[in-house]
């Protein structure tokens, strides 16, 4: 029941409709995000997120807000290094609503200097969170350190000088030049039907000319960076161990997220079983595939007493070692591929799942992939793959580490990444 309609300025409409329900979720996908950014800007992507919340030429902050509980309270936004999203959920007789605030939000905010000098202080105190919590930190840090001078190693929302600076006018520009319906996707599923949105649409953005500038399209260049900050008075150290992988539309994301469950996903994966159960020395340790449109990061993360990091990075090296030299067992594979459809059925029960799902399967493959699809590839994922995407990721000229913590007097060696 999936349906899919381009108007003349390039926007996508895409929905599934879902009879059995009595909801729908709305989201609208801008390919905008912290990749598009200058250094001078960074975190404007992040920083138009918010704003857009703070009223329009129709609604104040306060009805957008007033309009968002009477809906359920559900309506929200993220921004990533390639994408930025609104979305709600609601009763399918409030889909109207929803879609109606959400277009307004998304082309006709006032950018309103009181309101966006209320929310720069929001945000950099966002900013400031991150450095109180070490788990998040780490993720910067080793991503500033991997694509070292690029947009991708910058982080989301911004440094505290970065945004400090941007002006209501940058802000007022970047969202005028980047929000275009040629750079959007409007996704809904749940009990609608297809051309009530199509006309939903065609109402509040059909009018809107699309973008006039090319979107940047340069690859991010990933750097085997081995990094370690000093932080005082952290109990833990936290490392991240990571390295190149596909991207989102490879063949071989069913194999890299397969072999990174076998890693570490879950209570019974081999790092987990043999790092925090026979040794007892990290409370978790987790294995992770992020995917972009052109690259893929692959990463290993932990916290353990500062004395254990040494040790923790050398038996997680064992563990790729043994990976890439025997592969997984018949039980481990199959377990693994058990937990990933699993958890993409499992998924489907749910409208904003759907919904996102429309989406990205849009801006990732140009297509929506079949479910049985998707299952099929993974039951088709031998030993033989894991071994071969797991050699070409876990090399030791292309792992990265970074270790943030009270880690002086520890001895870290980028000789200890030998894989």
Not at 233 to 254: F, K
Request: proline share 4%; with cysteine; glycine share 6%.
């Amino acid at each position: 029941m999936i349906e899919i309609t381009r108007l003349d300025n390039g926007l996508r409409i895409i929905t599934e409709r879902m009879p059995h329900v009595r909801s729908a979720s709305v989201g609208v996908w801008v390919e905008n995000g912290s990749r598009h950014e200058d250094v001078e800007i960074n975190g404007i992507s992040h920083f138009i997120e918010h704003a857009i919340f703070k009223g329009t030429s129709r609604r104040t902050a306060l009805q957008i807000a007033v309009e968002s509980d009477r809906q359920g309270g559900n309506l929200n936004a993220s921004t990533s290094q390639e994408m930025t999203c609104v979305y709600t959920r609601v009763l399918d007789r409030q889909l109207p609503l929803a879609i109606d605030l959400i277009t307004d939000m998304l082309t006709d905010a006032t950018f309103d200097r009181v309101e966006i000098e209320r929310e720069r202080s929001v945000i950099l105190e966002e900013i400031k969170m991150v450095e109180d919590a070490p788990d998040e930190l780490i993720h910067d840090l080793f991503a500033e350190s991997y694509w070292p001078d690029q947009a991708f190693g910058r982080p989301i929302a911004g440094t505290l000088a970065s945004v400090g600076s941007l002006t209501r006018d940058q802000l007022f520009d970047f969202y005028r030049e980047r929000y275009r319906p040629d750079r959007m996707v409007l996704a809904a599923a749940g009990n609608l039907e297809h051309a009530e949105v199509v006309a939903l649409a065609e109402r509040s953005l059909g009018a809107i000319a699309p973008s006039s500038t090319p979107a940047l399209d340069a690859a991010p260049a990933a750097t085997p960076a081995f990094v370690v900050r000093q932080k005082d008075g952290l109990e833990q150290a936290h490392m991240l161990i990571g390295s190149p992988s596909p991207a989102a539309a490879s063949p071989d994301r069913y194999a890299v997220n397969l072999m990174s469950a076998i890693l570490g996903d879950g209570m019974s994966s081999r790092l987990f079983q043999r790092i925090r159960e026979e040794r007892g020395l990290v409370y978790g340790i987790y294995s992770a595939v992020e995917s972009f449109l052109d690259t893929g990061v692959h990463t290993i993360s932990a916290g353990a007493s500062p004395e254990h990091v040494p040790e923790v990075i050398d038996l997680v090296m064992a563990e790729l070692r043994l990976l890439k030299a025997s592969g997984p067992t018949a039980d481990e594979l199959q377990c693994a591929k058990e937990q990933y459809k699993v958890a993409t059925v499992l998924s489907l029960e749910s409208t904003f799942n759907r919904m996102s799902r429309l989406a990205r399967h849009e801006l990732s493959f140009g297509r929506q992939i079949p479910v049985d699809e998707v299952l099929d590839r993974i039951d088709a994922v031998s030993a033989t793959d894991i071994v071969r995407v797991a050699t070409e990721i876990c090399r030791g000229d292309n792992l990265a580490l970074a270790v943030l913590g009270d880690v002086d007097g520890i001895h870290l060696d980028r000789a200890a990444l030998s894989c």
